[in-house]
């Protein structure tokens, strides 16, 4: 799954501004703040100005960073795109009317988990079959 998150994001990017590139690095967890900390410190010092972290709680540690750079100055530009909820709350940086939240990227899991609870509670539920959940869902 991560992966697709990574060629979706490398397409928008290109779809964006073809003349810009991309850097991936991997934080090797889901829980690590301070790993993520560090590596949106590594990539915003590198000239990175957006980070999409899709990293689970490690993307604490990507937040964090992201908003002391624009505590520190205002005018910078670093963004983060937040996972799995729209994290646009954990983008606001405290006392400023800053955020660096550029949007969320929202799964939706909740509507493919509420359908099929009422499937399996109607009797219906579709053992073995395959169920594709995207826009037309509202997923």
Known sequence: LIKKFEIGFRAGVQAANPKATVEVKYAGGFDKADVG??????????????????AGATGT???????????????????????????????????TKDNVTLTSMVKKVDTAVEDLTKKASDGKFPGGKTLTYGLAQDA
């Open 37 to 54: 900390k560090a590596t949106a410190e590594s990539m915003y010092k590198s000239g990175v100005d957006v980070i999409y972290h899709a």
């Open 61 to 95: 540690g990507v937040f964090t960073e992201a908003k002391n750079l624009k505590k520190e100055d205002p005018k910078r530009n670093v963004w983060v795109i937040g996972v799995d909820k729209d994290q646009y709350a954990e983008g606001q940086v405290k006392g």
